[in-house]
């Protein structure tokens, strides 16, 4: 089959590999479309999967196809749309029982499909039955291939438990934040701010119409200028960057006894932070990665119902071929691409 391999740092190439093989527990698919993530790039920049992978790597965790071999599958047949879960889990530990699964003490919030288990950038892809889901008709292939990104938007928005009215903002531009302010005016905030550091990203975020305004992270004022609009801070604040600056620019801009949620992953093993705002003024920071399993199967309903439709945010539909040009824009901080799907033939 064609697939995608990861042969080197900064490098995928297109190469004619054998197509991976039905085992107990698992189904195969005919791939469709598969969303090209942030995070693909961290192994892309590497060269390598996570943990040891034998023979060619095939990244891909945000995809979705329809089954060409159902294996042991009772609830799926050949032809059926599904799509994968990309979190992987033992099922056995106190997470897993707890409904928890993304949260999985064995697999310690890092084990997706594609970073230590080929994924989906491929013509062919088997995985198991059980990280399954059927694909209702409403929700199209492009549509099934940012399920992924709107799982993350969505735990996150859920983290929040925000109240009818509030005011909202989100520090990050990146396709995750357009969706969080999306999710947030849909469920009931008053107003909802972007903080961004250039206009590059941000030209779907106003065709779209879910933000209130926007303020420039830059700006040497700008913590004034959000307390003004706000009368003194924002209720729920969302740090969709992963930067120490950022993470304190949100401290600094919620309101005393305001929350942050905190999705932006860092670089570095640990970031300074004004640890007596957050302290004194009683800010709660949490922590937000992936979606419950339950979550999971409630984003494919948001856009089933069409509650949202992540398609508005895909600026690039384009070949497996083209697949190491759209990993070289997404580093390119000039580059205006926001979110970029591999549509299969
Ligand atoms: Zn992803
Ligand atoms: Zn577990």
Redesign the pocket.
């Known amino acids: 089959m064609k697939a995608a391999i990861l042969t080197g740092p900064m490098k995928v190439e297109i190469m004619d590999i054998p197509a991976p093989k039905v085992t107990p527990g698992t189904m195969e698919i005919k791939v469709s479309a598969c ?1 090209v ?4 790039v961290h192994l892309w920049k590497a060269g390598k999967g996570w943990g040891k992978i034998d023979g060619p790597f095939v990244m891909g ?2 995809f979705c196809g329809v089954v060409t071999d159902p294996g042991e599958a009772k609830d799926f047949k050949t032809g059926d749309r599904v799509t994968f879960w ?1 979190n992987l889990y033992c099922g056995k530990c106190d997470m897993c029982r707890a409904g928890k699964e993304h949260l999985c003490r064995e697999v310690n919030g890092t084990n997706y499909v594609g970073f230590v288990c080929n994924g989906a950038y491929a013509e062919k892809y088997v995985g198991k039955i059980r990280n399954a889901y059927h694909l209702p008709n409403s929700v199209s292939d492009i549509a099934a291939g940012l399920i ?2 709107l799982m993350v938007a969505y735990n996150a928005v859920k983290m929040a438990e925000n109240n009818l009215m509030e005011k909202v903002l989100v520090v990050g531009t990146g396709i995750i934040g357009h969706m969080i302010g999306e999710l947030a005016k849909k469920s009931g905030a008053s107003y909802v701010a972007l903080s961004k550091v250039n206009d590059l990203k941000i030209a779907r975020a106003k065709a779209a119409g879910y933000f209130d305004e926007y303020f420039d992270g830059n700006d040497p004022e700008v913590l004034s200028k959000m307390k003004a609009a706000t009368n003194g801070g924002f209720d729920v604040v969302f740090e969709v960057v992963g930067s120490g600056e950022t993470v304190n620019l949100c401290i600094d801009a919620a309101k005393p006894g305001g929350k942050v949620v905190m999705i932006g992953n860092s670089i570095t093993a640990t970031v300074p932070v004004n640890i007596n705002r957050a302290v004194l003024q009683e800010i709660r920071l949490l922590g937000s990665v992936s979606c419950t399993r339950v979550e999971f199967e409630e984003t494919i309903d948001l856009i089933a119902k069409g509650i949202i439709d992540p398609t508005r945010y895909v600026t690039d539909v384009i070949a497996l071929d083209d697949l190491q040009r759209a990993f070289e824009r997404q580093i390119d901080p000039n580059d205006p691409l926001l979110k970029s799907v591999v549509k299969m033939p």
């Open positions: 969303g993530c942030g995070s693909d965790h945000e990309a992924d990104t």
